[in-house]
């Protein structure tokens, strides 16, 4: 990328927006920092996160602590409880080095990685791209390593596919998008060009459905970096278009340009719109790094989180890029710079859409990186960050995490699950170099933050807000040349050597019973009470007070605008029901008490129904 120019150094700082949490929004959550690591290695370079359907996390990354001595690098997954600490921790080796770039917890409980494998006996190339399949308990279920008969080939993201073909549903394919440097820009040309590539294999990895190479004419870059299914209007037996994100400099404005593909899911090609390729930049380096397809919108517009070298005086340095377009790349919503402003650099690598819509706005996505701001933190550090859909300006404020030395977030990802709803907020995973969250002596370590809705994780953290203006990019949509690629090579379903680790330091952790006791600071929420409401066409129920002291009887408290019959049922989070009544409620304000004797310690859901619509509020039960 091009070199970074000297100018004018702009710095702001602010405080966090306070976020307005609304309904069960207004929950406890566990928050944590952990790393995981050998003490004299480096490790987790780059790594995935994803929380797991029972509400703890899988991390994956990278461990060069493989055997004596700080060797070669091996993949290393992190699987946790909900509290971050790990269930299992385990290195796999595949070939003579390897590192794990991403994960996905498929809908059967097993994990689909992707990642790049070097020198594989039975493979072809230096470096291949793999898929490695585990189940829940770190064994391994199949491997396919995909590359070509020479140099490079890498996968950098991966999704599980919901959709099918039309004829049959294929819930369950894996899909895999990368860059490789085989017959680089589709014309011989250039040994190290790189070309971008998505391949899709079925659940087992025994089969490739269909392998294709994307890229431009002559030595010009071509690379991908994120890719998603796109699911808005179709059908579980249809085959949802695939859409990826990276950069090339074969085509638009200068320099290297954001780079978006929607191609056809059941064969790789590209057809008729919506299916078709953009880019966006300017003068100087753009690149996208993570694509997703908007789910709560209806029309499926697709968004896009990278960096940009481009933004006008007084900045320098790199910025975060974030790019709005509708379903068909071509057609462009908005965009927007946001960063320092200045000389330091900032730039964005994952994002999700929000699972907590309304907080602060509907439609958000969530965005990590790299951010130099974030004082008295030593940057770069992790960031967090909300962008709203439509304008792509940040909305909110952000957080910054991290320590004395380096920290980069690499990926997001919401934490949203009923069996652990304490968990509700945001995991994000990385690296640092913090010598005063590691050690010294130690190089590098994965670094993983769990925060709650606000973005609170409980330590190493500071508000910032980022400067921030509509990017204005140039368009180009000029399809590339698509290749057919012939990659072969079987699955291997022996030969991965297991190696168990111990390696993790958790640096915070806030629980929801250290926040009701007092200790736990403050979890979003103003002040020690904090009520629990949810609304009906017929008004409010609240439940206080939140926390309730272990013995006091919950309050149901009904605003009304008329009289109407109330069913409620309070459980514990194990589902055991410990309440149920119902009562005529008459418009207005009435307060119906229900009495907690005998309850254990620990949160409860209660349950109302009025009118035949039931709605769910949280209340905690404290010592």
Known sequence: MSATRSRHVGLLFAAVAAFTLIGTGQLFAQRFQTVYGSPACA?????????????????????????????????????????????????????????????????????????????????????????????AAGGVVAVRTVGSPSLDEIGWNIVEARTGDGINAFPGDLIVAGYTTWNAGTGGAGPWARD??????????????????????????????GVDECRVGVTSTQTGDIVATGGTNTWGAGGYDIWMLRVDGNTGLINAAPQGAATYGDIYDEEGRAIVELQNLSTGNLVVAGLSNSRPFPSTNYEVAMVQTANYPCTFIADQYAGDNGTRADGGFDLKEDAFPNIPTANDVVVTGYTSLGAPLVGPNVFLQKFTVGTMAPVGGAMAYGGSGIDWGWSVNNCLRATAPE?????????????????????????VIKTNQTFGSGCNERPFTFSAQPAQFLQSCTPPSILNIPWTCVPLTVGVTL??????????????????????????????????????????MTAYPNPLPKGMPINLRFDLVKETSAQMAITDMAGHEVYRGSTTVKAGSQVVPVATAGWARGTYLVRVTIGGTSQIARIVLAD
């Not at 996390?57 to 602590?65: H, K, L, R, T």
């Not at 025994?206 to 392998?211: F, K, L, N, S």
């Not at 680790?501 to 926040?515: D, E, G, I, K, V």
């Open 43 to 135: 490790d987790a370079g780059r790594s995935g996160v994803a929380q797991l359907a029972a509400g703890g996390y899988v991390i994956v990354g990278e461990s060069y602590a493989n055997g004596a001595g700080c060797g070669p690098s091996h993949i290393l997954v992190e699987y946790t409880g909900i509290n971050g600490a790990p269930v299992w921790s385990n290195i796999y080796s595949i070939g003579s080095s390897d590192s794990a770039l991403d994960v996905v917890e498929c809908s059967n409980g097993d994990l689909a990685i992707c990642g790049v494998t070097q020198n594989v006996p039975t493979c072809n190339g230096p470096r291949d791209a793999f898929v490695l399949r585990l189940n």
């Open 196 to 225: 971008g590539f998505i391949f899709r294999t079925n659940a087992a990895l025994t089969v490739v459905r269909w392998a294709m190479q994307y890229g431009g004419p002559n030595s010009h870059d071509d690379y991908l970096y």
């Open 423 to 447: 968990t509700q907020g945001y995991v994000i995973a990385g690296f640092t170099q913090s010598a005063n969250l590691i050690g010294a002596a130690n190089p590098q370590d994965m670094y």
């Open 499 to 540: 190696i168990p680790t111990t390696w993790f330091n958790t640096l915070c952790y806030n629980s929801p019973a250290a926040h009701e006791r007092g200790d736990g600071g403050n979890d979003g929420i103003s002040g020690v009470e904090a009520p629990t409401a949810v609304t009906f066409t017929e008004g409010r």
